[in-house]
């Protein structure tokens, strides 16, 4: 999945696109099979060949992979905490549809071009300057995401192992950065069948947990309470983890793009949708439940640090591999590395995809996927280093705007503008020369973030998404009949 390349390999899109609706090229149409070592990858611009095609549940099980992470378990101990357990109910079923349907939408758009998002937006609603601007924002969320996982992963062996000072941090930091690199480095069949065996044992050994929690009388106050951060008002909690809910589906739904491609069949992607959805969901419902379990002692040993009652709260539940070690010891600490070592080996695939399309946009030049895995693990250790991932965390507030924009645009661009609106064409033809930026697209993902983030910072709107959501559509459908002759005689030209 990194840049070999110029070209795709094979016929173009105009060949073979009509003829790969509901199932994949065969052998022949799409690119010959690459051969060589396990870590060969499929390029970035070659469409998936024959060979490289994964069953579904193969890629159902990296996608289960992704969504049971550490930073899910904290997503779920954030809708239960902030909004309450009934309301978190509420928020928790609207993750499951948007996950579900824009998974899905998104998924038939890559599947059916052989391509993952970052070239397909690239083609089709950014243009090659312009994707270099959707290259930056999936890096600084899904690289942000990787620095994240890795601080808490991190901080939790320190806290585990009671090692201190910034030597045996930084040397922790960056060995275990080098270990997603090495693990991104294998194909993604490989990547596959890790993570099956990796979500199995994740969620057996958080099962023990709740049986714990179960065991001690817990579990019925575990599932029921309301809202636990103080300070905290009913609709404000709620709207808060519903823009947390909608910026990891959005986020889901583009990066499960990047695996979609591989799929065999179009219908291959309802029960992939599917299960990366309830996934996402079941890993909330247990990240809600271990996340109340260690709650108190995490509280106090965050008190303990000087914070104020609030503080140690947000700290409490943002900080889930402190609260999985002080709550369930070596257990926690076992569900923490089980349930990293999946997601961040895929979000370091998600990210070198970005960082190769980014030098390819800006540059005209291939990088080697070794340099583009390496590249993005750099980035995140940088946001570590450079202490800026409280700003990569605020960045991120704004991620619900971002994401689901994006999603949006996509999915209207290929399905009314150029679908049933007929106002360019749908299938990339990646034999002719490339526009430098599609001002439609990026002008009005430009204007409606823009929106949504003022709307939203100024609390005039609480959820951006009501707002985003259909402007996003609107915008482009009418900025695409207005120009509809030119864009039409671009395509003839």
């Known amino acids: 999945m990194g840049v070999n390349e110029e070209k795709a390999k094979g016929k173009p899109t105009t060949d073979v696109a009509k003829r790969s609706r509901g199932r994949a090229p065969s052998e022949g149409e799409g690119s010959p099979k690459k051969k060589g070592s396990a870590t060969a990858q499929v390029s970035l611009f070659e469409r998936v060949p024959q060979s490289e095609r994964l069953a579904w549940p193969d890629i159902a099980a990296i996608l289960s992979g992704v969504v049971s992470?550490?930073?899910?378990?904290?997503?779920?101990?954030?809708?239960?905490?902030?909004?309450?357990?009934?309301?978190?109910?509420?928020?928790?079923?609207?993750?499951?549809?948007?996950?579900?349907?824009?998974?899905?939408?998104?998924?038939?758009?890559?599947?059916?071009?052989?391509?993952?998002?970052?070239?397909?937006?690239?083609?089709?609603?950014?243009?090659?300057?312009?994707?270099?601007?959707?290259?930056?924002?999936?890096?600084?969320?899904?690289?942000?995401?990787?620095?994240?996982?890795?601080?808490?992963?991190?901080?939790?062996?320190?806290?585990?192992?009671?090692?201190?000072?910034?030597?045996?941090?930084?040397?922790?930091?960056?060995?275990?950065?080098?270990?997603?690199?090495?693990?991104?480095?294998?194909?993604?069949?490989?990547?596959?069948?890790?993570?099956?065996?990796?979500?199995?044992?994740?969620?057996?050994?958080?099962?023990?947990?709740?049986?714990?929690?179960?065991?001690?009388?817990?579990?019925?106050?575990?599932?029921?309470?309301?809202?636990?951060?103080?300070?905290?008002?009913?609709?404000?909690?709620?709207?808060?983890?519903?823009?947390?809910?909608?910026?990891?589906?959005?986020?889901?739904?583009?990066?499960?793009?990047?695996?979609?491609?591989?799929?065999?069949?179009?219908?291959?992607?309802?029960?992939?949708?599917?299960?990366?959805?309830?996934?996402?969901?079941?890993?909330?419902?247990?990240?809600?439940?271990?996340?109340?379990?260690?709650?108190?002692?995490?509280?106090?040993?965050?008190?303990?640090?000087?914070?104020?009652?609030?503080?140690?709260?947000?700290?409490?539940?943002?900080?889930?591999?402190?609260?999985?070690?002080?709550?369930?010891?070596?257990?926690?600490?076992?569900?923490?590395?089980?349930?990293?070592?999946?997601?961040?080996?895929?979000?370091?695939?998600?990210?070198?995809?970005?960082?190769?399309?980014?030098?390819?946009a800006l540059t005209g030049r291939s990088i080697p996927w070794v340099a583009a895995v390496v590249g993005a693990n750099a980035i995140g250790l940088a946001f570590i280093l450079g202490n800026i991932l409280d700003q990569v965390n605020a960045f991120m507030s704004y991620g619900s705007i971002l994401t689901s924009s994006w999603c949006v645009l996509l999915i209207t661009d290929y399905y009314i503008v150029r679908g049933k609106m007929g106002i360019g064409e749908q299938e990339i033809d990646m034999a002719k020369p490339e526009k430098a930026v599609h001002w439609r697209g990026v002008g009005t993902i430009a204007v409606v973030t823009v929106i949504g983030s003022v709307l939203y910072a100024t609390n005039l709107v609480a959820v951006p998404f009501l707002v985003v959501a259909p402007l996003t559509m609107v915008a482009y459908i009418a900025v695409s009949w207005i120009l509809r002759d030119k864009v039409r005689a671009d395509v003839i030209g």
């Not at 928790?92 to 052989?114: D, K, M, N, P």
């Not at 709260?313 to 070592?341: D, K």
């Open 69 to 360: 992470s550490l930073s899910k378990l904290m997503g779920g101990g954030i809708v239960a905490f902030y909004a309450g357990c009934q309301m978190g109910g509420v928020t928790v079923a609207i993750t499951f549809a948007l996950s579900f349907v824009l998974t899905w939408l998104v998924g038939r758009i890559c599947f059916r071009e052989g391509l993952p998002n970052n070239v397909v937006s690239r083609y089709l609603i950014f243009g090659k300057k312009g994707s270099a601007a959707g290259s930056i924002i999936w890096i600084f969320v899904l690289v942000g995401v990787l620095a994240v996982g890795t601080v808490q992963l991190g901080n939790a062996i320190l806290f585990a192992f009671g090692w201190e000072g910034e030597w045996a941090r930084w040397a922790l930091f960056i060995g275990i950065s080098c270990v997603w690199v090495l693990m991104a480095l294998f194909g993604t069949k490989i990547i596959a069948r890790m993570n099956a065996v990796f979500v199995i044992a994740l969620f057996c050994v958080m099962g023990y947990v709740v049986y714990l929690i179960a065991a001690e009388g817990q579990l019925v106050d575990a599932a029921t309470h309301g809202i636990l951060i103080p300070g905290v008002q009913p609709l404000e909690g709620f709207a808060y983890s519903v823009n947390y809910a909608i910026m990891t589906s959005g986020l889901l739904a583009l990066f499960a793009a990047d695996f979609t491609r591989f799929a065999r069949k179009e219908r291959d992607l309802v029960p992939i949708s599917l299960t990366g959805s309830l996934f996402a969901i079941v890993t909330y419902l247990f990240g809600a439940l271990i996340v109340y379990y260690g709650f108190d002692k995490s509280v106090e040993y965050f008190s303990a640090q000087g914070m104020d009652p609030t503080l140690a709260a947000n700290a409490a539940v943002t900080n889930p591999g402190v609260s999985l070690v002080l709550a369930a010891g070596g257990v926690g600490l076992a569900i923490i590395c089980l349930s990293q070592m999946k997601v961040e080996t895929s979000n370091s695939i998600g990210g070198a995809n970005a960082v190769s399309n980014l030098v390819h």
